[in-house]
């Protein structure tokens, strides 16, 4: 009896592993790696010699009033110059300026450092007509930022707050304590260079050979980046919290073999610019178990500048086992794509209370192709706005203010081959919105096992294409999908709330092929409302 127990203990034991394992739990980084949808390049966490440079032997005092901006670049010079180990940060306040990283170096804070980043100004410099990140390195290879200490910008001494974004309480407080106001009332800055920082920078257009001391005047406005690590090789984060950035906490650039791991990134949800974790132009990349708090985008892809012809400049990227709270978007594309993107999975994610879930987003201008996107097992609750999300008209007037379509070049936003699958989300204003161009339509993109519930359903203006197979749209929206100048669309086996009045409302001179199938639409008053010109061959109950 004894051994039967333990036997039928063993066997629960096993099954509940091998079940975990089946939803997407006890999968470890290499996992991901070895299972991508797509061939992946070389990720390996990079390797330092075993020697250990800790910054109190370099003069460093962690008393949170000490400035040991000096103390930990000698650190660092030291580490470098013996052949490269770990610079340690111990458990302490340490007040800094910029830190600048080196090859082969991995700077770990210990538990219990937290990194304080000064808010005096007149520490940081300006970087070729940007501000220069506060922790930064570039053109390296083997480097690292381990540990669970905490690294705080300042970034409240830098950002300006939109009154819109503000609760009445904090608005009122930041006013009291100083700043300026913009004139119209609706933005506050916390310095008088910040708020006329972009004007200043207008009047040094078209101006040649410019310095540091002509972008002087502008350098409360040009809020550094928190973190950025550009065009380097074996690339570690492991461990660290990045909170309170003056813009975009980590901005990876141009990295190969990259791992971003166990980061938290802690930035209010009205931080101006309050990007947490950008890959801008990275290839080989994994960004796994992390946890996000954003003023703006939470997750984000980019892509921007010269290309090699054929090749993505963001390419082979992973993003596994996140989540993100309180951010425009939990996965975001774009806007810049004019790089080209290719083979990214983002797979067991979950967002919570941001605007947007999965925000695909570019426009004329700034686009390029972005394909074989693969989204799966994606959870999702309380989105402000859209569940899933493309839009070719960031930032600009948006549809209704087109014109038609204009001539395509290497500019054009192109979305296409995007593969969503067990996709689920409870509460959003709006369940699918698929916005293409007149000359550029979203196209081939396919939407299986997806539930959503959402006030408004399933919008397409410009899409071709699109297959959804097990879509089930629980919405008091009296039409299920609304289809304007969209074809070839295939609709398998839909759900939807029993109040719908209409099935699908198809409009606009381009829509034909759409079909519908496995779907029981018999009780919907209309199941087709086509509008002014639209042929009734364009749609096909079967």
């Given at each position: 009896m004894k051994n039967s127990k333990l036997n039928l203990l063993a066997l629960l034991t096993v099954l509940y592993f091998c079940s975990?394992?089946?939803?997407?739990?006890?999968?470890?980084?290499?996992?991901?790696?070895?299972?991508?949808?797509?061939?992946?390049?070389?990720?390996?966490?990079?390797?330092?010699?075993?020697?250990?440079?800790?910054?109190?032997?370099?003069?460093?005092?962690?008393?949170?009033?000490?400035?040991?901006?000096?103390?930990?670049?000698?650190?660092?010079?030291?580490?470098?110059?013996?052949?490269?180990?770990?610079?340690?940060?111990?458990?302490?306040?340490?007040?800094?300026?910029?830190?600048?990283?080196?090859?082969?170096?991995?700077?770990?804070?210990?538990?219990?450092?937290?990194?304080?980043?000064?808010?005096?100004?007149?520490?940081?410099?300006?970087?070729?007509?940007?501000?220069?990140?506060?922790?930064?390195?570039?053109?390296?290879?083997?480097?690292?930022?381990?540990?669970?200490?905490?690294?705080?910008?300042?970034?409240?001494?830098?950002?300006?707050?939109?009154?819109?974004?503000?609760?009445?309480?904090?608005?009122?407080?930041?006013?009291?304590?100083?700043?300026?106001?913009?004139?119209?009332?609706?933005?506050?800055?916390?310095?008088?260079?910040?708020?006329?920082?972009?004007?200043?920078?207008?009047?040094?257009?078209?101006?040649?050979?410019?310095?540091?001391?002509?972008?002087?005047?502008?350098?409360?406005?040009l809020r550094p980046i928190m973190v950025i690590v550009a065009n380097s090789k074996n690339v570690l984060i492991d461990g660290p919290t990045f909170k309170n950035s003056p813009n975009f906490a980590f901005n990876p650039k141009g990295c190969t073999n990259l791992i971003i791991r166990n980061v938290k990134i802690e930035n209010e949800y009205y931080a101006q610019n309050g990007d947490a974790i950008d890959l801008s132009t990275c290839k080989n990349a994994i960004v796994y178990h992390c946890t996000v708090h954003a003023g703006d985008d939470g997750i984000c892809m980019k892509s921007s500048g010269s290309k090699d012809k054929g090749t993505a400049a963001l390419e082979n990227v992973i993003i596994a086992e996140n989540i993100v709270y309180h951010a425009h978007g939990g996965f975001v594309v774009g806007s810049n794509t004019d790089g080209g993107m290719n083979n990214i999975w983002v797979t067991n994610n979950t967002f919570v209370n941001t605007d947007v879930g999965i925000r695909i987003k570019s426009s004329r201008g700034r686009g390029g192709l972005v394909h074989n996107v693969f989204i799966d097992h994606i959870y999702m609750h309380d989105i402000l706005n859209e569940a899933i999300l493309f839009s070719t008209y960031y930032e600009d007037a948006g549809p209704e203010g087109d014109k038609g379509p204009v001539a395509v070049d290497d500019k054009t936003p192109r979305f296409e081959d995007f593969h969503i699958s067990n996709v689920y989300c409870n509460n959003a204003k709006v369940a699918v919105s698929i916005v293409g161009l007149p000359e550029m339509p979203v196209s081939k993109i396919d939407l299986t096992d997806v539930t959503i519930s959402a006030t408004k359903a399933f919008s397409a203006l410009e899409a071709a294409d699109i297959t959804l197979k097990n879509v089930k749209i629980i919405s008091p929206d009296k039409t299920v999908y609304t289809l304007n100048n969209s074809r070839n669309i295939n609709i398998v086996n839909a759900g939807f709330d029993g109040a719908a009045t209409v099935f699908i409302a198809a409009d606009g001179p381009k829509t034909s092929g759409i079909t519908v199938t496995a779907t029981n639409v018999s009780k919907v008053q209309n199941a087709v409302k086509l509008g002014p010109g639209v042929p009734k061959s364009a749609v096909i109950i079967k």
């Open positions: 975990s394992v089946a939803f997407g739990q006890e999968r470890d980084m290499e996992y991901y790696i070895k299972n991508a949808p797509f061939k992946m390049g070389t990720i390996a966490a990079p390797q330092f010699a075993d020697r250990t440079f800790n910054i109190k032997d370099f003069g460093a005092v962690g008393d949170g009033q000490t400035l040991n901006t000096g103390a930990i670049a000698k650190a660092i010079a030291a580490c470098s110059a013996a052949g490269g180990g770990t610079v340690l940060i111990p458990a302490g306040l340490w007040l800094t300026g910029p830190i600048e990283l080196k090859s082969n170096i991995n700077l770990h804070a210990d538990h219990g450092a937290l990194i304080l980043f000064s808010a005096d100004h007149s520490l940081y410099s300006v970087m070729n007509g940007r501000g220069k990140p506060q922790l930064y390195g570039e053109k390296l290879e083997n480097v690292a930022i381990t540990g669970d200490g905490i690294y705080d910008g300042a970034g409240d001494t830098w950002r300006p707050l939109k009154k819109t974004k503000a609760a009445p309480t904090l608005w009122n407080d930041l006013v009291k304590s100083g700043g300026v106001l913009s004139k119209d009332g609706a933005m506050w800055w916390p310095t008088q260079q910040g708020m006329e920082g972009e004007a200043y920078l207008k009047t040094l257009k078209g101006k040649k050979d410019l310095t540091e001391a002509d972008y002087a005047p502008a350098k409360d406005f």
